[in-house]
């Protein structure tokens, strides 16, 4: 049974968006120990419900933390000195975070869809006009920030933060990916809508500052193509990119391989 600290600790871990892995040890030598429940944070950080399994700080690191690189629940056996322990890791894992800075009419379905499949969506924009929970009251976190510079010199980045550009003008595209290109983290995605006049302007003014970086990393014009028109079909066509991606998919139309079949008889 979890105690009343283990449980809020998750708690609190969950709602900052922090990957975490609650230990059960579910059998070992000295059957003391069995029961025991451990938290692990990717960074090797533990929190114990019982001082006995501290003993266990460096084997749980050394045997749990790559299941959490590989996001896997899983079920360890390992021997630590004299000891079989047999442990049961389950990973609570964070949710994506998806950034979409601009608040303009595109926004407001991609916000939707994105709250759709799970991602903690937060809308940035720097006029108090447009960020506003009004407009978006089904996102997680809406900032008025005073500049995307200060927003993604700032903003906690890792490999599950997506951000989509949707600003007004290409000058804030700059200062955005500026900032994120500077940045030791990276994000798992990053997509900038406009035209290819405007994507050009872009790029041109970036090399300055990245002569060596290729960009080939940044998804513009962002989407899938599926002749999207209206800001709603627009936003299928982004989120179907960003699907693609996180999943490391190919995007193509499932029914290709059964027209293949399909020519050959099904044989």
């Known amino acids: 049974m979890l105690n009343d600290q ?56 050394l045997h749990c933390l790559p299941l959490m690189i590989m996001k896997k629940t899983k079920t360890i056996n390992f021997q630590w000195g004299d000891a079989i322990v047999q442990c049961y890791v389950e990973l609570y894992k964070a949710p994506i975070h998806f950034i ?37 009251p089904e996102v997680d976190e809406v900032v008025c920030c005073e500049s995307y510079l200060s927003y993604f010199q ?40 406009g035209s290819r006049r405007r994507i050009a302007g872009v ?13 080939d990393h940044i998804y513009t014009p962002v989407g899938i193509d599926i002749g999207a028109q209206t800001p709603e079909e627009i936003s299928i066509s982004i989120m179907a990119e960003i699907l693609k991606v996180k999943n490391q998919a190919s995007g193509h139309s499932l029914s290709g391989e059964v027209h293949s079949l399909a020519k050959l008889g099904f044989r």
């Open 6 to 61: 283990i449980i809020e600790k998750l708690q609190k871990s969950i709602e900052k968006r922090r990957e975490t892995a609650l230990i059960t040890i579910t059998d070992h030598t000295d059957r003391r120990m069995v029961g025991n429940r451990i938290l692990l944070w990717n960074d090797g950080s533990q929190y114990h419900g019982n001082t006995a399994s501290q003993c266990l700080t460096e084997a749980l690191n």
């Open 100 to 136: 979409i800075a601009g608040a303009g009419h595109v926004c407001e379905p991609v916000a939707k869809v994105g709250k759709m499949l799970d991602f903690f969506v937060t809308v940035v924009d720097d006029r108090p006009e447009f960020a506003t929970e009004e407009r978006f």
């Open 154 to 193: 700032h903003v906690p980045i890792t490999s599950d933060t997506y951000v989509l550009l949707l600003t007004r003008g290409h000058k804030f595209d700059v200062i955005s990916l500026q900032q994120l290109l500077s940045r030791q983290e990276k994000p798992g995605y990053i997509g900038m809508i």
């Open 203 to 215: 790029f041109e003014q970036l090399r300055e500052d990245f002569p060596n970086e290729s960009f």
